[in-house]
């Protein structure tokens, strides 16, 4: 790998295990929703990116966090 290419992103700015999902509907930030997967079947909304083609808003892409009430 090229010493240009490896020093693009420094150590701990990359996250992993993170959970994303996609959306057809708006949902709102720091919503809770309900997704059954891996025990845990509520989610924090922590942000979200419209997924838009050209003027046209298809989706939305949902960063969630798991939620502890």
């Not at 949902?27 to 979200?48: A, C, H, M, P, R």
Request: aromatic content about 12%; charged content about 15%.
């Amino acid at each position: 790998m090229s010493q240009s290419v490896w020093k693009l992103f420094n150590p701990g700015v990359i996250k992993t295990l993170d959970f994303i999902c996609l959306s057809l509907k708006p949902v709102t930030l720091g919503q809770v929703i309900s997704i059954e997967v891996q025990n845990y079947d509520k989610f924090l909304v922590d942000s979200v990116f419209p997924l838009r083609a050209g003027m046209h808003t298809l989706g939305y892409q949902l960063h969630l966090s798991r939620w502890r009430h």
